[in-house]
């Protein structure tokens, strides 16, 4: 209840990674459910993970510590984007990398 939303325009974070949990209360006023992608389509949604529901936090609030200390509103200055880059199971091709790296890019895009 103490978190302000960034503006709907404002700058946006985009985190490739294992995805990103929509859904987490803390990321939900940032993060739009049409702002979550995913490389492949065949992957299931989510971040089965968790790694990246955790670095999108990090790049939206950065260290908690002093605001979990606070009682004060926390108003956040940038939206996030969340691209799932790596598969739920198993590993992308290595020598893909670059190319699923521009993929999801152009899908954030």
């Known amino acids: 209840g103490r978190v302000i939303a960034p503006p709907n325009n404002g ?17 939900a006023p940032a993060l739009d459910v049409s702002d979550v992608h995913k490389y492949d389509p065949t992957w299931r949604d989510g971040d089965t ?6 670095m999108a936090g ?13 009682s004060g509103l926390v108003a956040l200055t940038h939206r996030l984007e969340s691209v799932k880059v ?6 992308n091709e290595p020598k893909l990398y670059g190319a699923i790296t521009a993929e999801s890019v152009a899908r954030a895009e």
């Open 11 to 27: 700058v946006a974070v985009c985190v490739l990674d294992t995805g990103a949990s929509q859904q987490h209360p803390l990321l």
């Open 49 to 54: 993970h968790g790694h990246g529901t955790n």
């Open 58 to 70: 990090t790049a939206l609030y950065g260290d908690l510590t002093p605001l979990l200390k606070g």
């Open 86 to 91: 790596l598969p739920d199971h198993g590993e």
